[in-house]
């Protein structure tokens, strides 16, 4: 694995815990909220939630709304919601928000400003629970965990 595809991984895995709180795999299967699961990855749930006053479509590991799975599908970007399409989907999210070169020099400072609209779970967006000296040391602690895998 090169270091490029390190600071991706472990970016990706930091916002997985930003948005659910866990490093479990489950976080794949989860919709809005966090308390419900689905289990068709062949198309994205498109099952609309409340969640503390608001209702989205939100679903996933990186909770990606149903108009924006469609898009990237009608796109030929993802055939289903698998947990690979789920990825391919985030990293082309951090491509359109121009922050995939920050992520891949493991740059997460100039990174997650590009991103706090799209992940509000990152720190300084809107509903975030995690610092910047958290998401540095979580990032740091996952981009080693992948050096040895």
Avoid at 13 to 23: C, K, N, T, W
Avoid at 54 to 81: C, N
Avoid at 111 to 134: C, F, H, N, V, Y
Wanted: no cysteine; hydrophobic share 35%; glycine share 6%.
């Amino acid at each position: 694995m090169t270091d490029d595809d390190i600071y991706v991984a472990a970016f990706l895995r930091l916002i997985r815990f930003a948005e659910h709180h866990s490093d479990s795999d489950d976080v794949y299967f989860l919709l809005y909220g966090g308390q419900q699961r689905f289990t068709d990855t062949s198309k994205h749930p498109n099952k609309a939630v409340t969640a503390w006053g608001r209702t989205s479509t939100a679903a996933g590991a990186y909770q990606i709304l149903y108009a924006t799975w469609k898009e990237a599908r009608e796109r030929g970007i993802v055939t289903d919601f698998s947990k690979a399409s789920q990825d391919k989907l985030a990293v082309e999210k951090l491509r359109s928000r121009h922050a995939l070169g920050y992520v891949q020099q493991g740059d997460i400072d100039l990174a997650i400003p590009l991103l706090r609209k799209e992940w509000t779970s990152l720190p300084g967006g809107s509903q975030s629970k995690m610092t910047m000296d958290e998401a540095r040391t979580l990032f740091s602690k996952y981009a080693n965990e992948a050096r040895k895998s």
